[in-house]
């Protein structure tokens, strides 16, 4: 992967390009909260490929992106929507949910654990969620 500013900004440039798919694919809402009427950013899953590919990413609100790179800040009830987004169509939205509910069960949400133990994902999708911890 590029390092340093100059990879860094084209890397962003090939996501912004991702945009117009990602409206397309979430219908213009927050893909793991359904927000509609608000700011959309691509938020590319961990761990990062070489090269930028739009199925490794998710387009997501600015209150969902806040908590998911913050997590000490994190709102507990805010995340009742992965209940819909766990069984999304889209593989990295299902990886982000999964991701999400673990951070909230290591917080002893008990929700979140029973949603847990209900989930499946296909192997491949859980190990592409077990990844990034």
């Not at 490794?56 to 992965?82: A, D, H, T, V, Y």
């Not at 002893?108 to 990034?132: G, I, Q, R, V």
Request: one cysteine or more.
């Amino acid at each position: 992967m590029s390092t340093g500013f100059k990879g860094k900004f084209h890397r962003q440039n090939i996501l912004s390009r991702f945009a117009k798919d990602l409206v397309r694919r979430s219908r213009s809402r927050c893909e793991l909260c359904e927000k509609s009427g608000v700011k959309l950013d691509v938020y590319e899953l961990l761990p990062l490929e070489e090269n930028p590919y739009v199925d490794g990413c998710i387009f997501i609100c600015e209150g969902c992106r806040k908590q998911i790179e913050k997590p000490k800040k994190m709102i507990p009830s805010n995340w009742r929507c992965l209940n819909n987004a766990l069984y999304s169509e889209v593989p990295a939205v299902q990886v982000m949910s999964f991701r999400m509910l673990r951070r909230l069960a290591a917080r002893n949400e008990h929700w979140a654990n029973e949603l847990l133990e209900h989930a499946y994902l296909d192997p491949e999708l859980e190990e592409w969620a077990d990844l990034a911890e």
